[in-house]
């Protein structure tokens, strides 16, 4: 294979109405569904990142001093809004 077969390769191009066609076809949509089972990863997983980038142990020890409970009870309080507004903005079908 010689430099000119691999450029054909690496750089060929669709037009644009090949592409709008496609984009068109049903056999390439994705499925806009979430199941509970989903939303419940989707949580767990936002959960467990967000205690592994904060450090809560580390930041209560440092700034929150005798009110570790309080912060810890207003960082819950946004996981929970930031999931009632993921849960008002997925679809239902």
Avoid: H, W
Avoid at 3 to 26: F, S
Wanted: charged share 20%.
């Amino acid at each position: 294979m010689d430099i000119a077969q691999l450029n054909g390769i690496l750089l060929r191009r669709k037009r644009i109405e090949q592409v709008k066609a496609l984009a068109e076809d049903q056999a390439y949509r994705l499925k806009r569904e979430i199941g509970t089972l989903e939303l419940l990863f989707l949580f767990v997983g936002s959960l467990i990142g967000a205690g592994i980038f904060v450090l809560p142990g580390v930041a209560a020890a440092k700034y929150a001093g005798p009110a570790v409970s309080l912060s810890y009870l207003l960082g819950g309080l946004q996981q929970l809004i930031t999931s009632g507004e993921m849960c008002i903005l997925v679809p239902e079908l």
